[in-house]
């Protein structure tokens, strides 16, 4: 079964009228993309009217001409401008750096930094991720003052996030006073006790649903009455019953985020991730987006990556990032990441947008490239969209984006 | 289990796809006629028919699903190379070594000590 959409009656349509352009049905609309993301939300006759061809003097005109939507009047300077930003044409590197510190030493922190220094991007970001602070404290400490210099010395802006679940208050004043994001590993089940704290103050909350978890609202105004500012929700498993399940939970949580958006602080992070257009700013996205450095060394193509042998680039002590382009498994993912290479995806109205990073696909499918018709993990990204882009000519919507500094042009 | 499948649909790279998704819990077995390729799966340990059916479905999946992926990546690799063409051409140049550094040996001695402070007070910590 496609997870594609069609029409019962396909529209009558003149060659060279429309643009290249994917469609995707949300409930009584149409929703038109491009390659580079620009979108148009129309109703079926307006759809009709468009692919039948538009002259000036339609009310469509002004709305779908500057987005190049129509092939008469397409502005191939913009569009190649358009293609050359979004495209890997103008990727830097790899902008965020996964640090997983369990079983990490000093000297093995020291030479993760300096590898993660050598790679180049206009900025940096090094996610420590952790169980305990107590357990590796002070390899955090380290990593936090060296990784401060290394950015002063570089010139380059660094942004440092703690992921952990528990750490004490000490701790977590140390990470705010240089600068460090905290954020919180959460297990979301069953309802919410608004009176329960979570373990620290941290600004971001990395959430993995339990598989009671209900009342989607109900924990959004729990992270929002603790301080969080933005969430991530995980499905509790990436099969056909979670991803179904969590689709039903994240359209509640973005339901309450559209409701309460001008006064509520919090901001979803799928959404942030996803809308962001670019296929190297899709968190977890191998080598592109992110490479991960276990506690032993190793330098994978991601987080979700580690400890997978096929997946692993070489190790902080011998690699050079310069090396990179010449192992296969750096190939491989950058390949299978693209969504042109992939059945569905190249089809799909939300290919500017979205992707299942490859090691995803290799954790639950087998292969980097994965089967996309039956992956829960294109599903889940597919919920995430069609909730969000269904909504997007209400006006709440767009100032929520507005808001949230999403560029939905 | 015993499979003939026609060789337009399917290539040997399609079938070879298939036999690497089962890995190390069957033998696939391939032989070949003009028309069609002959594909016998042997699992490598005592599977019910239902498992074995079940092996077979994965194998014909991971096919498929190549043969589709390798149409799709050929009819999109006009695209698809203009990006990354120059992408692999030109390398992951690495940062180069900072001016400062090479130019005054003695600020490359003060972070070589500001290191060096740092790990010692965090082997402190311990």
């Given at each position: 079964?496609?997870?594609?959409?069609?029409?019962?009656?396909?529209?009558?349509?003149?060659?060279?009228?429309?643009?290249?352009?994917?469609?995707?049905?949300?409930?009584?609309k149409v929703l038109i993309t491009d390659e580079h993301g620009r979108w148009a939300l129309l109703t079926r006759s307006e759809y009709d009217r468009f692919v039948a061809g538009i002259g000036p003097e339609d009310p469509l005109w002004p709305v779908l001409q500057p987005r190049g939507f129509l092939a008469g009047a397409f502005d191939f300077d913009a569009a190649a401008?358009?293609?050359?930003?979004?495209?890997?044409?103008?990727?830097?590197?790899?902008?965020?750096?996964?640090?997983?510190?369990?079983?990490?030493?000093?000297?093995?922190?020291?030479?993760?930094?300096?590898?993660?220094?050598?790679?180049?991007?206009?900025?940096?970001?090094?996610?420590?991720?952790?169980?305990?602070?107590?357990?590796?404290?002070?390899?955090?400490?380290?990593?936090?003052?060296?990784?401060?210099?290394?950015?002063?010395?570089?010139?380059?802006?660094?942004?440092?996030?703690?992921?952990?679940?528990?750490?004490?208050?000490?701790?977590?004043?140390?990470?705010?006073?240089?600068?460090?994001?905290?954020?919180?590993?959460?297990?979301?089940?069953?309802?919410?006790?608004?009176?329960?704290?979570?373990?620290?103050?941290?600004?971001?909350?990395?959430?993995?649903?339990?598989?009671?978890?209900?009342?989607?609202?109900?924990?959004?105004?729990?992270?929002?009455?603790?301080?969080?500012?933005?969430?991530?929700?995980?499905?509790?498993?990436?099969?056909?019953?979670?991803?179904?399940?969590?689709?039903?939970?994240?359209?509640?949580?973005?339901?309450?985020?559209?409701?309460?958006?001008?006064?509520?602080?919090?901001?979803?992070?799928?959404?942030?991730?996803?809308?962001?257009?670019?296929?190297?700013?899709?968190?977890?996205?191998?080598?592109?987006?992110?490479?991960?450095?276990?506690?032993?060394?190793?330098?994978?193509?991601?987080?979700?990556?580690?400890?997978?042998?096929?997946?692993?680039?070489?190790?902080?002590?011998?690699?050079?990032?310069?090396?990179?382009?010449?192992?296969?498994?750096?190939?491989?993912?950058?390949?299978?990441?693209?969504?042109?290479?992939?059945?569905?995806?190249?089809?799909?109205?939300?290919?500017?947008?979205?992707?299942?990073?490859?090691?995803?696909?290799?954790?639950?499918?087998?292969?980097?490239?994965?089967?996309?018709?039956?992956?829960?993990?294109?599903?889940?990204?597919?919920?995430?969209?069609?909730?969000?882009?269904?909504?997007?000519?209400?006006?709440?919507?767009?100032?929520?984006?507005?808001?949230?500094?999403?560029?939905?042009? | 289990?015993?499979?003939?499948?026609?060789?337009?649909?399917?290539?040997?790279?399609?079938?070879?796809?298939?036999?690497?998704?089962?890995?190390?819990?069957?033998?696939?077995?391939?032989?070949?006629?003009?028309?069609?390729?002959?594909?016998?799966?042997?699992?490598?340990?005592?599977?019910?028919?239902?498992?074995?059916?079940?092996?077979?479905?994965?194998?014909?999946?991971?096919?498929?699903?190549?043969?589709?992926?390798?149409?799709?990546?050929?009819?999109?690799?006009?695209?698809?190379?203009?990006?990354?063409?120059?992408?692999?051409?030109?390398?992951?140049?690495?940062?180069?070594?900072?001016?400062?550094?090479?130019?005054?040996?003695?600020?490359?001695?003060?972070?070589?000590?500001?290191?060096?402070?740092?790990?010692?007070?965090?082997?402190?910590?311990?």
């Amino acid at each position: 079964m496609s997870k594609l959409t069609a029409f019962e009656r396909p529209p009558k349509a003149r060659p060279g009228a429309a643009a290249p352009h994917q469609f995707r049905l949300l409930g009584k609309k149409v929703l038109i993309t491009d390659e580079h993301g620009r979108w148009a939300l129309l109703t079926r006759s307006e759809y009709d009217r468009f692919v039948a061809g538009i002259g000036p003097e339609d009310p469509l005109w002004p709305v779908l001409q500057p987005r190049g939507f129509l092939a008469g009047a397409f502005d191939f300077d913009a569009a190649a401008r358009r293609q050359f930003e979004r495209s890997l044409l103008s990727w830097k590197g790899p902008g965020s750096h996964a640090l997983l510190l369990d079983g990490m030493d000093l000297d093995g922190a020291r030479r993760t930094v300096e590898f993660v220094f050598s790679c180049p991007g206009p900025q940096l970001t090094l996610e420590l991720i952790f169980d305990d602070a107590d357990a590796v404290w002070p390899v955090v400490w380290f990593i936090v003052q060296y990784a401060r210099r290394k950015g002063e010395w570089s010139r380059r802006p660094v942004f440092l996030i703690a992921r952990a679940r528990t750490m004490s208050p000490d701790q977590a004043d140390f990470l705010r006073s240089h600068g460090v994001t905290r954020c919180a590993d959460l297990a979301l089940d069953g309802k919410p006790d608004m009176s329960k704290a979570p373990a620290f103050r941290a600004q971001r909350a990395r959430a993995r649903l339990g598989p009671g978890a209900a009342e989607p609202a109900a924990w959004a105004r729990w992270l929002e009455k603790w301080g969080f500012e933005s969430a991530r929700l995980l499905p509790a498993s990436l099969d056909e019953k979670g991803a179904a399940a969590f689709a039903s939970f994240h359209s509640g949580f973005l339901g309450w985020l559209l409701e309460h958006g001008e006064e509520s602080n919090l901001r979803d992070e799928w959404v942030l991730g996803l809308l962001g257009g670019r296929l190297w700013n899709l968190p977890g996205m191998d080598v592109l987006e992110q490479l991960a450095y276990d506690g032993a060394g190793r330098v994978y193509t991601s987080e979700a990556a580690a400890g997978d042998a096929e997946l692993a680039l070489g190790s902080v002590s011998t690699l050079r990032y310069q090396d990179l382009p010449r192992l296969p498994a750096t190939g491989a993912v950058i390949a299978a990441s693209h969504p042109d290479n992939q059945p569905l995806c190249a089809q799909c109205a939300y290919r500017p947008f979205c992707a299942v990073p490859p090691s995803i696909n290799k954790n639950y499918q087998g292969s980097v490239w994965g089967q996309t018709p039956s992956s829960a993990a294109c599903s889940v990204q597919m919920g995430i969209m069609d909730r969000i882009l269904e909504s997007l000519n209400d006006e709440k919507c767009l100032n929520l984006l507005n808001k949230w500094s999403v560029d939905m042009v | 289990m015993k499979l003939k499948l026609g060789r337009p649909l399917y290539s040997a790279e399609s079938l070879a796809a298939g036999a690497l998704a089962l890995g190390t819990r069957a033998q696939v077995f391939v032989s070949e006629s003009k028309a069609a390729f002959s594909v016998e799966i042997k699992p490598a340990a005592k599977t019910s028919p239902a498992g074995l059916l079940a092996l077979g479905g994965e194998f014909l999946n991971e096919a498929l699903n190549h043969e589709y992926r390798q149409r799709v990546v050929r009819a999109n690799a006009p695209l698809t190379q203009a990006v990354f063409a120059p992408l692999f051409a030109k390398g992951f140049p690495a940062v180069p070594a900072d001016p400062l550094e090479e130019l005054e040996p003695q600020v490359k001695a003060d972070r070589a000590r500001d290191l060096a402070e740092l790990l010692a007070q965090a082997r402190s910590m311990k």
